[in-house]
């Protein structure tokens, strides 16, 4: 029995040794690492200045791949049903807290292995200037006053920038429905529809903004934001602008199919890490206007927890949720 025993502990530890050796080699063939949005956006963009500097942390050659389609749900569905080898990673983004709740897919975050948050994007209140509503308690009670006739956009309805609009009225206890939310395929075209006069006013995101607003074409009234931005800095933050304290930001971050082993996953985040600090990485998205965040897999799942039960919310009050 003894001898038994000792043959089953001598198998075991070998096993742990196969295994163990088989971590320390990964990666021994390139990564993918999904965006689940075209090339060019933000998303995009984070993913190709993360690629090359977490490449040199792992030792391993990181390949973006762009998977679209469904509002983001195809790449996210890619990464979650990947084998979960290392080999497959996303850049996974805080719209998985609208899929449930409109009804598109039972997909959240908690269907990934975090690997760590990267940045977030800001949304804003944008109008054309010379506009009457040169400032946002001004825009806000010409909503209030004239119910269904000034007109919003900046994203499709119930998603990003729309939820940044739902979010900042349901803070200063007015109904959304106020105002005509014109549906836009991305920010940049609902800024450019404001810059045209078909709406009043949009909240997208700074970045998407910016060319418009160096050229005169729109101004930004105020940023969802905890801190005003560097390049802009006479743009106040929302809670300078009204007194809320209401936040918007489209997050990004990286993660792997759950399942994924932990010391890769380990590995990993250990990387990110010294990528997040590098001035490589912290200087690249401070020039697109996108601000560098860092959190741990447990801080950013309280994050997005948080977001999944706020947006949830703000959805169901619209009349938006399905799910």
Request: avoid cysteine; charge should be positive.
């Amino acid at each position: 029995m003894k001898r038994r025993n000792l043959l089953a502990a001598g198998i075991a530890t070998s096993a742990l040794l196969t295994v163990g050796r088989a971590y320390a080699a990964w990666p021994e063939r390139p990564i993918s690492l999904v965006v689940p949005y075209p090339a060019g956006g933000g998303t995009d963009i984070v993913a190709r200045t993360l690629a090359p500097l977490l490449e040199r942390e792992i030792g391993g050659t990181i390949s973006v791949l762009n998977r679209p389609g469904g509002g983001g749900i195809t790449g996210h569905e890619a990464v979650a049903r990947a084998t979960p080898d290392g080999y497959t990673l996303g850049m996974i983004t805080n719209d998985l807290s609208f899929y449930v709740p409109l009804g598109q897919s039972r997909l959240t975050h908690r269907d990934f292995a975090k690997i760590g948050q990267t940045n977030e994007i800001a949304a804003t209140v944008t109008v054309k200037p010379g506009s009457p509503y040169d400032t946002v308690p001004k825009l806000l009670e010409a909503i209030r006053s004239n119910p269904g006739r000034l007109r919003g956009t900046g994203a499709a309805s119930g998603v990003s920038w729309h939820v940044a609009y739902l979010g900042m009225m349901d803070s200063l206890g007015i109904d959304p429905k106020s105002a005509i939310w014109v549906p836009s395929q991305g920010g940049t075209l609902g800024h450019q529809d404001v810059a045209a006069g078909g709406s009043e006013f949009s909240t997208a995101s700074i970045g998407e903004a910016r060319a418009l607003l160096e050229a005169d074409k729109v101004k930004t009234l105020a940023i969802m934001s905890d801190s005003r931005i560097a390049q802009f800095p006479n743009i106040p933050t929302l809670k300078e602008a009204t007194g809320s304290a209401w936040n918007f930001s489209v997050a990004h971050g990286v993660a792997g199919p759950k399942g994924l082993p932990a010391p890769i996953q380990e590995r990993l985040a250990a990387a990110l890490v010294k990528v997040h600090a590098s001035e490589e990485f912290q200087t690249q998205l401070k020039n697109r206007l996108i601000r560098a965040i860092h959190r741990t897999p447990s801080e950013w799942d309280v994050v997005l927890d948080r977001q999944l039960t706020d947006f949830s919310r703000l959805l169901r009050a619209a009349g938006l949720a399905r799910g």
